[in-house]
């Protein structure tokens, strides 16, 4: 990828981690995606709620199904809530906590985001706001485009949920034209974890970033997408904030202030794990912390300072690979490249609209991945 003569001019650059006093600001362990008894969760919300918090999590969305109604998990309790049901049930949100029984999240110290997932097409996670539809058979059934203007009327975010999948089953065409449309800036993202399937979605995230990048980011969010507390994803996003307020975490989503955690682990957040070990044992100090990402334009390099990793890889699409036929193959995508490794990349020359960062840790169960979001290069 160095290119030489009167290719060598140097590419413009732009870090999403630009705004980021890193002597200053906290880093904050997030799960945007969480299920509850309300939809096919298998726990209350207070249950829920309380256990992230004594895991260390400060900010958390419940995303639960809009088309789905109670009760679908057959080893969670009958709920409840709310009590009456809204006009437009099933097609809400667990939205207040206190509504569902649960303290609010001030109660705890956290960042509660109202969010749900939106079911009846290719899952998406919608926040800061109340939509929903349902139910999935109606004749009028929106498209996932007729969901993100909805969402963005609303002043709300999307996520898509767990694509890997779906892309490889359906074609790359339906995700390539959701992040095309330009209605749909709406959509800031996309989850790289989920379901032991992560290769498979970070693989789709490169060939995405490849065909949209350097000027329609894609950014790649951790989460755990957790229905049972005892076989809980370790998987999470870590938002990088001076304060944590609603604003700053909607504005970090649309601008990629965070990074994504995952590893190849369950964890067992239930009543039943062990009581002298507290919850927050399973994360603090079990990844990579990134301790500053800075960037020197004038010398063409980007610099990590971290700590707890064993490797620091630098990724990007390759740019002429064709997709692969073997229907055995981990992924149907071209593979992405490691360009650089170690702790500081010199991105002089390189001709990639993109590049990342991958912090690695070993562990019994496999690498425990720090994902960074994407730096575009655009060249003059």
Same mark, same amino acid.
């Given at each position: 990828?160095?290119?030489?003569?009167?290719?060598?001019?140097?590419?413009?650059?732009?870090?999403?981690?630009?705004? &980021?006093?890193?002597?200053?600001?906290?880093?904050?362990?997030?799960?945007?995606?969480?299920?509850?008894?309300?939809?096919?969760?298998?726990?209350?919300?207070?249950?829920? &709620?309380?256990?992230?918090?004594?895991?260390?999590?400060?900010?958390?969305?419940?995303?639960?199904?809009?088309?789905?109604?109670?009760?679908?998990?057959?080893?969670?309790?009958?709920?409840?809530?709310?009590?009456?049901?809204?006009?437009?049930?099933?097609?809400?949100?667990?939205?207040?906590?206190?509504?569902?029984?649960?303290?609010?999240?001030?109660?705890?110290?956290?960042?509660?985001?109202? +969010?749900?997932?939106?079911?009846?097409?290719?899952?998406?996670?919608?926040?800061?706001?109340?939509?929903?539809?349902?139910?999935?058979?109606?004749?009028?059934?929106?498209?996932?485009?007729?969901?993100?203007?909805?969402?963005?009327?609303?002043?709300?975010?999307?996520?898509?949920?767990?694509?890997?999948?779906?892309?490889?089953?359906?074609?790359?065409?339906?995700?390539?034209?959701?992040?095309?449309?330009?209605?749909?800036?709406?959509?800031?993202?996309?989850?790289?974890?989920?379901? %032991?399937?992560?290769?498979?979605?970070?693989?789709?995230?490169?060939?995405?970033?490849?065909?949209?990048?350097?000027?329609?980011?894609?950014?790649?969010?951790?989460?755990?997408?957790?229905?049972?507390?005892?076989?809980?994803?370790?998987?999470?996003?870590?938002?990088?904030?001076?304060?944590?307020?609603?604003?700053?975490?909607?504005?970090?989503?649309?601008?990629?202030?965070?990074?994504?955690?995952?590893?190849?682990?369950?964890?067992?957040?239930?009543?039943?794990?062990?009581?002298?070990?507290?919850?927050?044992?399973?994360?603090?100090?079990?990844?990579?912390?990134?301790?500053?990402?800075?960037?020197?334009? %004038?010398?063409?390099?980007?610099?990590?300072?971290?700590?707890?990793?064993?490797?620091?890889?630098?990724?990007?699409?390759?740019?002429?690979?064709?997709?692969?036929?073997?229907?055995?193959?981990?992924?149907?995508?071209?593979?992405?490249?490691?360009?650089?490794?170690?702790?500081?990349?010199?991105?002089? +020359?390189?001709?990639?609209?993109?590049?990342?960062?991958?912090?690695?840790?070993?562990?019994?169960?496999?690498?425990?991945?720090?994902?960074?979001?994407?730096?575009?290069?655009?060249?003059?």
């Amino acid at each position: 990828f160095a290119a030489s003569g009167a290719l060598a001019q140097q590419a413009t650059l732009t870090n999403p981690y630009e705004s &980021v006093d890193w002597a200053s600001y906290s880093r904050y362990r997030a799960d945007l995606h969480v299920h509850t008894i309300q939809s096919d969760g298998c726990h209350h919300l207070d249950q829920v &709620v309380r256990i992230f918090r004594e895991a260390g999590f400060s900010i958390l969305s419940i995303t639960d199904h809009d088309a789905v109604p109670p009760n679908q998990c057959v080893l969670g309790e009958p709920s409840p809530y709310p009590n009456p049901r809204p006009a437009n049930f099933p097609g809400d949100t667990t939205w207040p906590w206190s509504a569902y029984g649960a303290p609010s999240p001030a109660e705890l110290g956290m960042l509660g985001i109202e +969010g749900a997932e939106l079911t009846c097409t290719y899952h998406i996670n919608s926040f800061f706001n109340d939509y929903g539809f349902a139910p999935c058979s109606a004749p009028d059934k929106p498209t996932a485009n007729d969901w993100l203007i909805e969402v963005t009327r609303r002043g709300g975010i999307a996520v898509l949920n767990h694509p890997g999948g779906s892309a490889r089953a359906d074609g790359l065409k339906w995700v390539t034209d959701l992040f095309g449309n330009p209605a749909n800036d709406h959509l800031v993202g996309m989850e790289l974890s989920g379901g %032991g399937a992560s290769d498979l979605h970070v693989a789709l995230w490169d060939q995405l970033l490849g065909d949209f990048m350097p000027h329609r980011p894609i950014w790649g969010f951790g989460t755990s997408d957790m229905h049972l507390l005892g076989q809980t994803r370790f998987a999470f996003t870590v938002f990088l904030l001076d304060d944590l307020t609603e604003e700053n975490v909607k504005e970090a989503m649309r601008t990629g202030q965070f990074y994504a955690v995952d590893g190849p682990k369950n964890v067992d957040l239930s009543r039943q794990r062990r009581q002298d070990v507290p919850p927050r044992t399973e994360y603090d100090g079990t990844y990579p912390e990134v301790r500053s990402v800075v960037v020197n334009r %004038g010398a063409a390099t980007i610099s990590i300072d971290a700590s707890g990793y064993d490797e620091i890889l630098w990724i990007t699409r390759a740019p002429s690979a064709e997709p692969s036929t073997d229907a055995e193959a981990a992924t149907p995508w071209p593979a992405a490249r490691v360009v650089q490794r170690g702790p500081v990349l010199d991105y002089a +020359g390189m001709t990639s609209p993109y590049v990342r960062a991958e912090l690695i840790r070993q562990s019994d169960q496999g690498p425990i991945r720090v994902l960074l979001n994407p730096f575009a290069l655009t060249r003059p």
